[in-house]
């Protein structure tokens, strides 16, 4: 046997020995020297940081950009418009669609310089939403030979450009220009069928009420006016939902010449622009029967015929300055002027 001094101190002591048994465990903890435990504070990595700043940098639009964006543009709608031109626009009636083409550019002309001056400001995701719609639209649309689709992405096209280099701030200044582009979109058949019968019969039974009420020997059938010896049908061009599309969208472009900033006055006068476009098509009903009345089935399928068409936004224009001016008088306080680059019109 060794002696209890030579075995005590071969091995360890009773703690050490019960303290080796236990199992090792890691803690996000440190002890400090009072024993009480606090947490560690945690690593943070700043090159990564800098490196999601950079990518989230917004995108200026250079000259390249801009080539690369108009060569892609003219070649997605070039042929839209041709189709447009060789269908629609030909027409009676639907003859409007060039001119709210070339009002809707002179718009956005007017809010360019303002937009250049914009700082870059992209909103990546809502950009490549309104892109990929739009793409998927023309596809669509262009696949299908339908043409309410197919104009209809170059305004979400648009959108997304906006939002891709200025964000929400260059689309907020360049909204009403691609609100106007509506009036471009060619309206569904099924909705243009639908509606125009009843704005026909509409216009139909006021005019032959008006005109007999003047001591005219006028009666109705319909929508077919019967004066003295001559018959006349009231077809979808005189009458019918196009018409009233078109003089609304020459009731929007005067709101946003003038430029009110009372909210109120606008939306009154976009309203009222509907029954104004239906009294401006009996004006040119009634004109066109008293002018077949008078010299004859001729002259009122000729020149005065088309000639009526050119009265028709005459009068609505006229009768929307009056409607205006109307509303003025209840709308002191507000100036009205020209419309600037970024006018609040609504």
């Known amino acids: 046997m060794f002696p209890a001094s030579a075995a005590w101190a071969g091995a360890p002591p009773p703690a050490s ?8 465990r ?5 002890t400090p020297l009072d024993g009480r435990s606090q947490p560690m504070s945690p690593i943070t990595h700043t090159p990564s940081a800098s490196v999601e700043r950079r990518s989230l940098r917004p995108i200026a639009m250079g000259p390249i950009d801009m080539v690369l964006i108009l060569a892609g543009f003219l070649f997605m709608y070039v042929p839209t418009y041709i189709e447009l031109d060789r269908t629609v626009w030909n027409i009676v009636g639907q003859g409007h669609g060039p001119i709210m083409l070339a009002l809707s550019l002179w718009l956005a002309w007017l809010r360019w310089p303002a ?11 809502p950009a490549a939403i309104a892109i990929i719609l739009a793409l998927g639209m023309h596809i669509i649309g262009r696949s299908q030979d339908i043409l309410f689709i197919d104009v209809s992405s170059q305004i979400a096209m648009l959108a997304g450009i906006l939002l891709l280099y200025w964000g929400w701030a260059g689309l907020k200044l360049m909204w009403f220009p691609l609100f106007f582009m509506i009036f471009l979109i060619p309206l569904p058949g099924i909705i243009v069928a639908s509606l125009t019968g009843p704005l026909k019969a509409g216009v139909s039974y006021v005019a032959e009420a008006i005109m007999y009420a003047a001591g005219y020997p006028i009666g109705r059938s319909g929508v077919t006016l019967t004066i003295g010896p001559y018959q006349l049908l009231v077809a979808d061009a005189c009458a019918g939902l196009n018409s009233i599309f078109a003089l609304e969208a020459i009731g929007v472009f005067y709101m946003s010449v003038v430029g009110h900033t009372a909210r109120w006055r606008n939306i009154a006068l976009a309203i009222l622009i509907i029954p104004i476009s239906f009294v401006s098509n009996v004006i040119r009903v009634i004109v066109l029967v008293l002018v077949t009345f008078y010299l004859g089935d001729e002259a009122g399928q000729g020149f005065i015929h088309d000639f009526a068409g050119i ?7 006229v009768l929307t300055i009056a409607t205006d001016s109307i509303l ?7 100036p009205t002027g020209g419309s600037t680059p970024g006018t609040k019109l609504a």
């Open 328 to 334: 003025g008088l209840f709308d002191k306080k507000a």
């Open 26 to 30: 890691t803690s996000s903890h440190a």
């Open 17 to 24: 020995r019960k303290a080796s048994r236990r199992p090792t």
């Open 115 to 125: 937009l250049a001056k914009l700082p870059a400001n992209s909103a990546p995701v």
């Open 311 to 317: 009265l028709l936004f005459m009068v609505a224009t």
